[in-house]
T-cell receptor
Framework: AQSVAQPEDQVNVAEGNPLTVKCTYSVSGNPYLFWYVQYPNRGLQFLLKYITGDNLVKGSYGFEAEFNKSQTSFHLKKPSALVSDSALYFCAVRDPGAGSYQLTFGKGTKLSVIP | ETGVTQSPTHLIKTRGQQVTLRCSSQSGHNTVSWYQQALGQGPQFIFQYYREEENGRGNFPPRFSGLQFPNYSSELNVNALELDDSALYLC?????????????FGPGTRLTVT
């Protein structure tokens, strides 16, 4: 079975500082990994994905994520945080080898960027 | 390009009743998935529809059912509502059913069961 863990319920960072939101996963084969962001009373917005290739993936709004197979991690990063980045962030995984379309999400991490 | 839309925005139902939620997929997308997001939790996969057929289902009972129409819009039906069904229901569309594609989410329908 596939699963995702986001070990931090909340991350606080000062505006202008780098931010990291952590994600680890468990799948039987090679994972497809995704990051989404959710603003209050809104649906989820796609940020970036890792399917194959370069371990460093660049996405929307200056976000990037690094796939680390040995540590089964896919941490979300941004060099300089903005107050507008404050939101709920979800990591998600699919196991294509299992033949499943199911996207499994973590519980989410609330990011607060302090002015 | 029109994004994913859902209706209604909010809904209040009584335990035991039935509810239908609706979703219009993003232009050009033929695959629709439904998720349940309980308060403080991540979305949980209910099922996916591709070319009007269900082609994947999560761990939800049969009283959760769906339809996809020829224009790729979709409905989620929940029978015999329970208090635990109270949640935000999200619809997501993607251009194909392939697992490598990201999904684009609608704003959701907030269902409250009393």
């Amino acid at each position: 079975a596939q699963s995702v863990a986001q070990p931090e319920d909340q991350v606080n960072v000062a505006e202008g500082n780098p931010l990291t939101v952590k994600c680890t996963y468990s799948v039987s084969g090679n994972p497809y990994l995704f990051w989404y962001v959710q603003y209050p009373n809104r649906g989820l917005q796609f940020l970036l994905k890792y399917i194959t290739g370069d371990n460093l993936v660049k996405g929307s709004y200056g976000f990037e994520a690094e796939f680390n197979k040995s540590q089964t991690s896919f941490h979300l990063k941004k060099p300089s945080a903005l107050v507008s980045d404050s939101a709920l962030y979800f990591c998600a995984v699919r196991d294509p080898g299992a033949g499943s379309y199911q996207l499994t999400f973590g519980k989410g991490t609330k990011l607060s960027v302090i002015p | 390009e029109t994004g994913v839309t859902q209706s209604p925005t909010h809904l209040i139902k009584t335990r035991g009743q039935q509810v239908t939620l609706r979703c219009s997929s993003q232009s050009g997308h033929n695959t629709v998935s439904w998720y349940q997001q309980a308060l403080g939790q991540g979305p949980q996969f209910i099922f996916q529809y591709y070319r009007e057929e269900e082609n994947g289902r999560g761990n939800f009972p049969p009283r959760f059912s769906g339809l996809q129409f020829p224009n790729y819009s979709s409905e989620l039906n929940v029978n015999a509502l329970e208090l635990d069904d109270s949640a935000l229901y999200l619809c997501a569309s993607s251009p194909w059913a392939a697992v490598a594609y990201e999904q684009y989410f609608g704003p959701g329908t907030r269902l409250t069961v009393t």
